[in-house]
């Protein structure tokens, strides 16, 4: 086999990009007796991949598949408490009432409501005046 071929090889094997029909030239390749010393560092390693694709189990393992009973109730018993708690939390909506008696009062807390929502609202603005410069800028610099 040819040397460059086979260095190729071992450049696509450690990609991991070879196939099996490739690896297994490798593996015949590295298991002769003679390798060129800039290989040879390389030749344990598919000797030992060699050696260890013989090797099978000498026992059977024995898998258990059975669920333990309990584990079932405990699973039923928790969709049971979660299905009970939600059905018995459940309030009916209480009728909405109103917090001023006076009309006049309402309306002036209101509008002191409003005016602070405002205000709030009005400030996190302030800051969009350095979005629009940033915009201007770059229109400027794609002109």
């Known amino acids: 086999m040819e040397l460059s071929n086979i260095e190729k090889l071992l ?8 196939t099996i029909s490739e690896e297994k030239e490798l593996k015949v ?5 003679t390798v060129p010393a800039h290989l040879e560092r390389y030749k344990s390693l598919f000797e030992y991949f060699s050696e260890e694709s013989t090797i ?3 026992r059977d393992l024995k898998l258990e598949t059975k669920r333990k009973p309990r584990l079932a109730w405990i ?3 928790a969709s049971v408490a979660l299905i009970a708690g939600i059905f018995l939390t459940r309030t009916t909506p209480a009728e909405p009432k109103d ?3 006076d009309p006049e009062i309402a309306l002036q807390e209101t509008k002191k409501i409003l005016n602070m929502v405002s205000q709030l609202m009005n ?3 302030k800051e969009l005046k350095y979005l629009n410069e940033f915009e201007n800028t770059t229109n400027r610099l794609l002109k």
């Open 11 to 18: 450049e696509k094997y450690f990609e991991g990009e070879t």
């Open 29 to 33: 390749y590295f298991t002769r007796e």
């Open 56 to 58: 099978t189990a000498t």
């Open 75 to 77: 699973g039923v018993a």
């Open 99 to 101: 917090t001023f008696e």
């Open 123 to 125: 400030g996190g603005k």
